[in-house]
């Protein structure tokens, strides 16, 4: 039994050069409620196939890493009771014979390993506020620190501590550069406190990024900050609010590890009467449709 199968859709767009884009299934199995999860599972495949991209959904499903999920693959990561797995996990689900979900860290290193550069997800895992006491830092980051693949996401959630997040992705020598913006995105919010240094207006510009970056022998990830559109962006004060509560919850609960995550994500919801899920499934949308247009563009580089 192979450690990890490419479906042959997959398998068969990368050897003809077409453009294919990964998408994780954690966002599916532990970040958005059923049975939106299943739609919107659906929804991201079926936006990339529109515009002639093939998607990549990735998980680990008894035991084997699948790259390309067929549609009851794809039911099983909306319907089940999966772990959440990150890089460090995967050969221990492995050998257990175990299904996971797989966060953007394990989703791009499974990405990478199949050699599919274009990822979309909703938003990036980050440094976690109180992280100087909780050591509590997304293995996203130090993930993307090694491994070529490029990510769009709607920024950082808010309830993470951007400053540090940033910080710690310079540190980590990975690129960031916002889609059609210069301030870095929160997530339900289009804009957080945070300029910054380099934007790109086409997905052209990324493309050539990347090849730059092949020029360059850098192993890096890239990621492509891509605002949620203004219309659809989150109210501001109903945000704060809520997320305060729901930060303030997890603390009360000692919520710690990878539950921190899945848990503020599923209150805010609730404490939202479902709003952010609007808000999340938009930007993730949105993200599908630029990371489409990003393979696109790579896919046809000279
Ligand atoms: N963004 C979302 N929904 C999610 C996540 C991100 O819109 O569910 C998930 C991603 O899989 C990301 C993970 O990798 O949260 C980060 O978890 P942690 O903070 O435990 O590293
Ligand atoms: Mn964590």
Do not use: C
């Not at 699948?66 to 460090?88: N, P, Q, Y």
């Not at 909780?134 to 993307?144: G, P, R, V």
């Not at 962006?233 to 930060?247: I, P, Q």
């Amino acid at each position: 039994m192979p450690a990890f199968v490419v479906s042959e859709e997959v398998s068969a767009a990368l050897e003809r050069g077409a453009p294919v884009v990964a998408l994780e299934s954690t966002i599916i199995s532990h970040g958005l409620p059923r049975p939106r999860n299943l739609e919107a599972a659906r929804e991201f495949e079926s936006i990339l196939r529109d515009q002639g991209v093939t998607p990549a959904t990735i998980a680990v499903l008894d035991g084997i890493a699948r790259i390309g999920l067929d549609d009851e693959g794809v039911r099983r990561i909306a319907d089940e009771d999966l772990a959440k797995a990150s890089v460090r996990d995967l050969p221990i689900i492995r050998a257990a014979g175990a299904s996971a979900a797989t966060t953007v860290a394990a989703t791009s290193h499974l990405a990478a390993l199949a050699g599919i550069r274009v990822f979309a997800t909703g938003g990036l895992g980050g440094v976690h506020r109180g992280a100087t006491d909780t050591f509590d830092e997304s293995a996203d980051l130090t993930t993307l620190a090694n491994t070529p693949i490029t990510v769009v996401s709607a920024g950082v959630k808010s309830v993470l501590d951007i400053a540090a997040t940033l910080e710690r992705l310079e540190s980590l020598s990975v690129p960031v550069v916002g889609y059609r913006t210069s301030v870095f995105p929160s997530f339900w919010l289009r804009e957080s406190a945070y300029p910054l240094d380099w934007r790109v207006d086409a997905a052209v510009e990324v493309a050539a990024i990347m090849r730059a970056q092949d020029e360059l022998g850098s192993r890096q990830g890239i990621v492509v900050a891509n605002p949620v559109p203004t219309d659809q962006a989150w109210d501001a004060e109903e945000h704060d609010r809520v997320l305060a509560r729901a930060l303030a919850e997890a603390d009360a609960a000692r919520i710690t590890g990878k539950a921190v995550t899945p848990f503020l994500l599923l209150r805010i919801v609730e404490l939202s009467g479902g709003r952010s899920l609007e808000v999340n499934l938009d930007l993730a949308r949105n993200n599908v449709r630029v990371a489409g247009e990003i393979a696109t563009a790579w896919a046809a580089r000279a």
